[in-house]
């Protein structure tokens, strides 16, 4: 009897042990991230706020490995390393891709905010069209980031000033410069304060926090203190297989991280933000300058009609579905 029990013990005993026992736990997620800026650059700071609060909240059950920037894989590099999945995440730039995605070039000319832009249909517009290039559209990296331009020699008062002058461009730029009569000349951020400084280009074109981190301001004479072209267009994504890996609930969490650290960024750390780079411009030796009312007027329906008869070009079967999901 003895030995029955015995060995009814010894057959059950594994199986309750193995009901009993907690399952493996689940290995860690890595996304490997790239950014096509200096880690310097002080705009890069919703973009680590977003990064920060998904590693925070995912209690590592994911980790975000920010590698660097544009160290680490050249910016205009970074969208095809991302469709082959060399790295699994990057904030990048419309205009370096607009041959495989061209509608996402319309974000610098969104009049909505990111939030909007969900109630509004071009947040899912943008997110179908990327995912037809392997791609998966999460949201604005930075959310606002208006554009300047910056002379070396020449102070302007009217677009026909700009004329016949070389700017260092991007592609971003490249309608509006032409269209006002200026040669766009691609130099990359990198070797941008080197053509100032030699001459190679007359002007420049970007943010106010480019022009004073990269301290382009030190070779630029002036600049012209019209902001155009607000919302950023440094837009997150991430290589599509490596998001559907992700389990629903992570990627829901890095989606509100992501919403929350746009809010942050547009409304409580770049005004403050916008003025000390304002200052730093003028410390670093450029003047701002305004221009009359007339004048400003003329250059800001320049530089948006130029952009959008790009678009048109691009993309001329989605122009009018395009305008009308970002300009209210």
């Known amino acids: 009897m003895l030995g029955s ?9 594994p199986a309750l042990l193995g009901a009993c026992a907690k399952p493996a736990p689940a290995e860690k997620i890595i996304i490997k991230a790239v950014h096509p800026e200096s880690m310097s650059l002080k705009e890069n700071a919703g973009f680590y706020r977003i990064i920060d609060s998904i590693n925070e909240q995912a209690q590592g059950r994911l980790f975000i490995d920010l590698l660097g920037g544009w160290e680490v894989i050249p910016g205009w590099e970074q969208f095809p390393a991302l469709q082959e999945g060399t790295i699994d995440m990057t904030y990048n730039y419309p ?8 509608t996402a070039n319309v974000v610098h000319l969104s009049k909505l905010t990111p939030w ?19 791609v998966m ?6 959310s606002i980031s208006p554009f300047y331009a910056g002379l070396t020699e020449k102070k302007p008062s009217r677009l026909e000033d700009l004329a016949g ?10 309608p509006f410069i032409e269209a006002f009569g200026g040669i766009p000349v691609t130099v990359s951020w990198a070797e941008a304060y080197t053509a100032l400084e030699r001459g190679v280009v007359d002007g420049a074109m970007n943010s106010m926090g480019a022009f004073a981190d990269y301290a382009w301001a030190e ?18 994504l991430m290589n599509l297989d490596k998001w559907n890996s992700i389990p629903k609930d992570l990627q829901e969490l890095m989606l509100e991280a992501l919403e929350e650290g746009e809010r942050w960024y547009y409304e409580e750390y770049f005004p403050a933000l916008e003025i000390s780079h304002r200052y730093k411009v003028q410390e670093q030796g450029a003047e701002l300058i305004k221009w009359s009312a007339a004048e400003e007027k003329r250059f800001l329906d320049l530089a948006d009609s130029s952009a959008w008869a790009e678009m048109k070009v691009l993309a001329p079967e989605y122009y009018d579905e395009l305008y009308k999901i970002s300009n209210p």
């Open 95 to 102: 205009a370096w891709y607009k041959e495989l995605v061209p």
């Open 137 to 142: 559209y999460l949201g604005r990296a930075i």
């Open 219 to 236: 070779v630029l004479a002036y600049i012209i203190d019209i902001p155009f072209w607000s919302p950023s267009n440094a837009l997150l």
């Open 165 to 174: 002058l070389k700017y260092r461009s991007a592609y971003l730029y490249d």
């Open 5 to 13: 029990i015995s060995l009814v013990l010894i057959l059950v005993a």
């Open 116 to 134: 909007e832009e969900r109630e509004s249909g071009l947040f899912d517009f943008l997110a179908d069209r990327h995912k037809e290039v392997g």
